[in-house]
């Protein structure tokens, strides 16, 4: 049987990357799966791409800053579904913007608390209650090797990253009761065309990069961690920051 079989997902950032690359892992489990993403017509090109579900994708215009969008592409998502087993808050993402926390513009600063840590924060206040009706199931978030380790010229990243890591937990412990598991993942580089554009302009981003155990990660690794924590297998897994970084966090 497909490890998703029976379950509806809902993916934020799911146009490119990371979130792409978790829509087709799902989709080929058996997954139904509403994606979302700022951009449309990127969540549309994925659900093209996301072939083996029961259901076509539902693509959605989402921005997860906004709480009346999201919860309104959340409503969405169950209403065409009929439930949520899955919320995955992979929106996010880092610019070249960032820096100390001396000298790194306050616009940089609240930008990616808004986007990685608020973006986050909503996706939860509104999709765990869908999960809650559906009986129990699974969230995922993103975090980051950089909650974990310090890397100089990323501080504000790194805030955000660990707000995400500290505030899992959190919710983990709140609604294990409701049969909710609240886990985040913490990647590395991912060499997503995005973070292809910040090395090739990043010393301190392309030295991390040659720490690298086992070598970089692609999209699809990442997915592959994101779809063990959708499915049963991890039934019992929660409050868990799975560490997806060739090693780098303990080289």
Not at 50 to 59: E, I, M, R, S, V
Not at 221 to 240: I, K, P
């Amino acid at each position: 049987m497909a490890r998703l079989a029976g379950k509806v997902a809902f993916i934020t950032g799911a146009g490119i990357g990371i979130g792409r690359a978790t829509a087709i892992a799902f989709a080929r489990e058996g997954a139904c799966l509403a994606l979302a993403d700022i951009a449309a017509g990127t969540a549309e090109e994925t659900a093209h791409l996301a072939t083996g579900g029961p259901q076509a994708p539902l693509a959605l215009r989402c921005d997860v800053t906004d709480p009346d969008s999201i919860s309104a592409a959340i409503a969405a998502a169950e209403k065409h579904f009929g439930k949520l087993d899955v919320l995955h808050n992979n929106a996010g993402g880092s610019t070249m913007q960032d820096g100390s926390v001396i000298d790194a513009s306050l616009d940089e600063f609240w930008r990616v608390i808004k986007l990685d840590l608020f973006g986050t924060v909503l996706g939860c206040r509104f999709g765990i209650p869908a999960l809650i009706r559906a009986g129990g199931g699974s969230v995922i978030n993103m975090s980051s090797n950089l909650a974990l380790m310090g890397i100089a010229g990323r501080d504000f990243y790194s805030a955000a990253k660990g707000g995400v890591a500290s505030l899992t937990r959190a919710l983990a412990v709140t609604h294990g009761k409701d049969r909710v598991r609240v886990n985040a993942l913490a990647p590395s580089v991912t060499l997503t065309p995005r973070v292809r554009g910040l090395l090739a302009g990043n010393d301190a981003l392309a030295k991390l990069a040659q720490s690298h155990l086992l070598g970089l990660g692609e999209a699809e690794d990442v997915a592959n961690a994101a779809l063990y924590l959708a499915s049963d297998e991890s039934r019992v897994v929660t409050g868990t920051i799975m560490r997806v970084d060739s090693g780098v966090t303990i080289s």
